[in-house]
């Protein structure tokens, strides 16, 4: 009877749905966010959240080629933009940037003006802007679904941060692990109330249509190198590092 669950919701509802995940995402962001003892990782989160939502407006370049869900006011099937993709983005990257922060006592240091004049760090910049470069050249000069490239981008730019910032190794493969778990246990959530709701979505047939627990496998691929790249964006844009990483933390 589950299995039909969808088929017996009204258009309205299944617009609902994408927001109410979206909004259980921001749930989370906010018991993290309230968890966090350290001011500067509240700053981070926030201002983090602030700059990754930006990345919603990027919707229309995977709707409907990747997904395509009914969404609020029907705005992603009209236009390819909605909302939640605003409000989803918003939660996923405080998220990832201050995960680490949640499971260990860490505390950051300004690096002094000499040190960032190293070697490693010649190539700071465009270890920064290599991920939207490499997505865009993928984009443009590939057929490959734009959920592979934006993977392939994100792999590659957290391993070029990792050259100019080998400080950040730890915070970074630490951190992509947990938020993959963090974003299987939410994605498992949408599954369990609405099932068959991914294969409606999800369009299946542009993708390898491998699913994990009821998961695509693009979607844990896009956790882990979001969770991998996106933990490290923080200390490269403000020439911040991690000054203390102890035990693990009460969170």
């Known amino acids: 009877q589950r299995s039909l669950m969808l088929i017996n919701m009204s258009p309205h509802e299944l617009q609902l749905a994408w927001l109410l995940w979206s909004l259980l995402l921001i749930i989370i962001w906010g018991v993290i966010y309230v968890l966090l003892k350290n001011k500067e990782s509240k700053r981070e989160m926030f201002l983090v959240s602030l700059w990754t939502s930006l990345l919603g407006f990027t919707e229309p370049l995977f709707?409907?080629?990747?997904?395509?869900?009914?969404?609020?006011?029907?705005?992603?099937?009209?236009?390819?933009?909605d909302i939640e993709s605003l409000i989803f983005s918003f939660g996923i990257g405080g998220i990832a940037v201050v995960v680490y922060e949640s499971f260990f006592r860490a505390s950051h240091e300004q690096i002094k003006s000499h040190e960032q004049h190293?070697?490693?760090?010649?190539?700071?910049?465009?270890?920064?802007?290599?991920?939207?470069a490499i997505f865009l050249f993928l984009l443009i000069a590939t057929s490959l679904n734009p959920i592979y490239s934006a993977?392939?981008?994100?792999?590659?730019?957290?391993?070029?941060?990792?050259?100019?910032?080998?400080?950040?190794?730890?915070?970074?493969?630490a951190s992509a692990f947990i938020f993959l778990g963090i974003y299987f246990v939410f994605f498992l959530t949408l599954i369990a109330v609405y099932s068959g709701y991914v294969k409606q979505v999800w369009n299946l047939k542009n993708i390898s249509g491998i699913l994990v627990s009821g998961i695509p496998l693009e979607e844990l691929l896009f956790a882990v190198s979001?969770?991998?790249?996106?933990?490290?964006?923080?200390?490269?844009?403000?020439?911040?590092?991690?000054?203390?990483?102890?035990?693990?933390?009460?969170?």
């Open 63 to 81: 709707v409907p080629g990747y997904w395509n869900p009914p969404s609020l006011f029907d705005l992603a099937h009209r236009t390819g933009f």
């Open 151 to 173: 993977v392939i981008a994100m792999v590659v730019g957290g391993f070029l941060s990792l050259y100019c910032r080998p400080d950040l190794k730890k915070k970074m493969i």
């Open 118 to 132: 190293l070697s490693r760090h010649r190539y700071h910049l465009l270890s920064i802007l290599s991920a939207p």
């Open 226 to 251: 979001f969770g991998f790249l996106w933990s490290s964006v923080y200390e490269h844009l403000t020439w911040r590092r991690i000054k203390a990483q102890l035990k693990r933390s009460s969170v």
